[in-house]
């Protein structure tokens, strides 16, 4: 079965950085578009990131432009979320999603960003 487990994540103080990992398996992950999400407390869940099946093309929510970079691995089925210059707001538990399995979500990374 599709699973998706998300790792990386941690406190952090504004301005730094943190790259998150989502290991895949159960599907053919290299045919499969994948995003990261996140859900900040109270606020319904965002897309942030996503990125070709092939990692040639990717897009950003406008809040993170500039400042977070997607990528994967697709010989170890792996997708990540390089994460620079945190702010506060980015303060939210982080989820990698596969546009082919889109129902299917692990359990997420918790990234914290506070002085």
């Known amino acids: 079965q599709v699973q998706l487990v998300e790792s990386g994540g941690g406190l952090v103080q504004p301005g730094g950085s943190l790259r998150l990992s989502c290991a895949a398996s159960?599907?053919?992950?290299?045919?499969?578009?994948m995003r990261w999400y996140r859900q900040a407390p109270g606020k319904e869940r965002e897309l942030v990131a996503r990125?070709?099946?092939?990692?040639?093309?990717?897009n950003y929510d406008d809040s993170v432009k500039g400042r977070f970079t997607i990528s994967r691995d697709n010989a170890n089925d792996m997708v990540y979320l390089q994460m620079n210059s945190l702010k506060p707001e980015d303060t939210a538990v982080y989820y990698c999603?596969?546009?082919?399995?889109?129902?299917?979500w692990g359990p997420g990374t918790q990234v914290t960003v506070s002085s």
């Open positions: 999603n596969a546009q082919l399995f889109s129902t299917k």
């Open positions: 990125i070709s099946s092939g990692g040639r093309i990717t």
């Open positions: 159960g599907f053919t992950f290299s045919v499969s578009g």
